[in-house]
């Protein structure tokens, strides 16, 4: 029996806004369908000024949303190893902007721990992987990932140790070349366990690096080439962020 992956769809969309407008709407939608379903959707979060624009979206409309986020869990895809109350931590903009304002168990958060909760960033990266063993069903239903000028997703940088880690879930990141130079990151093998990757891209400095991703290649070089949903994977950028792209035009597939 041949199992067909579905390739990368490009969706351009004509500002930051109406991404955020067009994803909250997506990401409601799933959520409702598979808790429809009886399930306990698990998603995994990213950080960055699109990811806060979409956070603060999803909390404004979750009282007229029919999600029931108890029954929602909440992952992050990497994480700055920084205090538990840095303003650099992903899960503190999360909380701020969505996750203290839907009502959420804190049991179905799992944050990566912090520099002031561990001794080490190995330390962290080993104990993130065992909660996900313990506290995961095997896949996200929706996975979403920043991806940077210089093609990174997550904390997963060209030419980084990182890149080569197999059979593991997270991984430690030292030397960043994007401060804070400690992180902790998700695998391309824990990654991948996703059934929709969702990429939310916005601006022109990130147009060349959307372009060689969707071009294909080597992960190496570029990390966003190297994760794709069980089910789809699904670019979701802004008309600056296709400016490389040839022959696309806004909500172009």
Do not use: C
């Not at 698990?42 to 979750?62: V, Y």
């Not at 999360?94 to 203290?100: E, G, K, M």
């Not at 104990?127 to 313990?134: D, Q, V």
């Not at 140790?161 to 992180?183: F, M, N, Q, T, Y």
């Amino acid at each position: 029996m041949t199992t067909v992956i579905p390739g990368p769809r490009t969706v351009v969309h004509d500002d930051a806004s109406s991404l955020v407008s067009e994803v909250a709407s997506l990401l409601l939608e799933r959520l409702e369908e598979a808790q429809a379903r009886s399930e306990t959707p698990q998603i995994g979060l990213t950080g960055g000024s699109i990811a806060d624009a979409l956070h603060r979206e999803l909390a404004r409309r979750a009282p007229d949303s029919s999600v029931d986020w108890s029954r929602v869990v909440v992952w992050w895809g990497d994480e700055r190893f920084v205090p538990s109350a840095s303003a650099e931590r992903n899960a503190r903009q999360a909380r701020q902007a969505l996750l203290d304002h839907v009502a959420l168990d804190p049991a179905n958060v799992h944050e990566v721990p912090a520099s002031d909760e561990v001794a080490s960033v190995e330390e962290s990266a080993a104990a993130y992987s065992a909660a996900m063993r313990a506290h995961g069903v095997g896949s996200f239903e929706v996975l979403m990932l920043g991806v940077g000028p210089d093609g990174h997703i997550a904390s997963l940088f060209p030419g980084h140790p990182g890149l080569d880690v197999v059979d593991e879930i997270a991984v430690a990141v030292h030397d960043s070349p994007k401060p804070p130079p400690l992180r902790v990151s998700l695998t391309f093998d824990a990654l991948a366990h996703s059934k929709s990757v969702w990429f939310l891209v916005n601006g022109a400095e990130k147009a060349a690096a959307v372009a060689a991703a969707l071009a294909g290649g080597d992960r190496t070089e570029i990390p966003a080439r190297g994760v794709v949903g069980v089910d789809e994977t699904v670019w979701h950028i802004d008309a600056a962020a296709a400016g490389e792209l040839a022959d696309v035009s806004p909500l172009a597939t």
